[in-house]
């Protein structure tokens, strides 16, 4: 199962959106709507910021929003902010014994 | 509250093991399976398989089978992962995450940095 395919790196301004991809195939994204996205800041823990596909864990902003297209996910950061400087993944169901995989990373840099 | 705490940093010489602890408080230990995730120095996160905290049967990714244990210890809510012959590229933090019906990871433990050196 290979890894989901993540943009190294995008940048933004604060105040400004920016969404990051998060491209599988028909296996995995395409095929489930059980995609996740996780938050992590240098030396901390990952820590989801949406799962099922677009949904928000309480506590997380609703800067914060995802949605999927065919094959790819992505996942949208409005009025960044300074704090969102970190590395985010994305990870999908894909069912069988494999159950999950992750994307490589992405990390965002805020101007 | 859910929390999941790990054992802490170890370092290790090549071809040694390892076992990292991961023990689960704040809800049913048996009700959600556990995962295991590592992410090398500077890299991005590995899922390196999951056990079914009911029935102590693990699954491992690709990759690895073979020098990677995961096992149970429900009587005190704890997962152990286990690595043997260890080598310079296993150096990494390694966490355990509890992994939801749906498929998500919605509590982490805060990592455990495995270092192996001679």
């Known amino acids: 199962q290979s890894a989901l395919t993540q943009p190294a790196s995008v940048s933004g301004s604060p105040g400004q959106s920016i969404t990051i991809s998060c491209t599988g195939t028909s296996n995995d994204v395409g095929n489930f709507d059980l995609v996740s996205w996780y938050q992590q800041h240098p030396g901390e823990a990952p820590k989801v910021i949406i799962y099922e596909g677009s949904l928000r864990p309480s506590a997380v902003s609703d800067r914060f929003s995802a949605s999927r297209s065919g094959n790819t996910a992505s996942l949208t950061i409005s009025g960044l902010q300074p704090e969102d400087e970190a590395d985010y993944y994305c990870c999908s169901y894909v069912g069988g014994t494999t159950f999950v995989v992750l994307g490589g990373g992405t990390k965002l840099t805020v101007l | 509250q859910v929390q999941l705490v790990q054992s802490g940093s170890e370092l290790k010489k090549p071809g040694s093991s390892v076992k990292v602890s991961c023990k689960a408080s704040?809800?049913?230990?048996?009700?959600?399976?556990m995962n295991w995730v590592r992410q090398a120095p500077g890299q991005g996160l590995e899922w390196l398989g999951w056990?079914?905290?009911?029935?102590?049967?693990?699954t491992y990714a690709q990759g690895f089978t073979g020098r990677f244990l995961f096992s149970l210890d429900t009587s005190v809510s704890t997962a152990y992962l286990q690595i043997s012959s260890l080598k310079a590229e296993d150096t990494a933090f390694y966490y355990c995450?509890?992994?939801?019906?749906?498929?998500?990871?919605?509590?982490w433990g805060q990592g455990t940095l495995v270092t192996v050196s001679s």
């Open positions: 995450a509890r992994r939801t019906p749906t498929y998500y990871f919605d509590s």
């Open positions: 704040g809800y049913s230990f048996t009700t959600y399976a």
């Open positions: 056990i079914d905290t009911n029935t102590g049967i693990p």
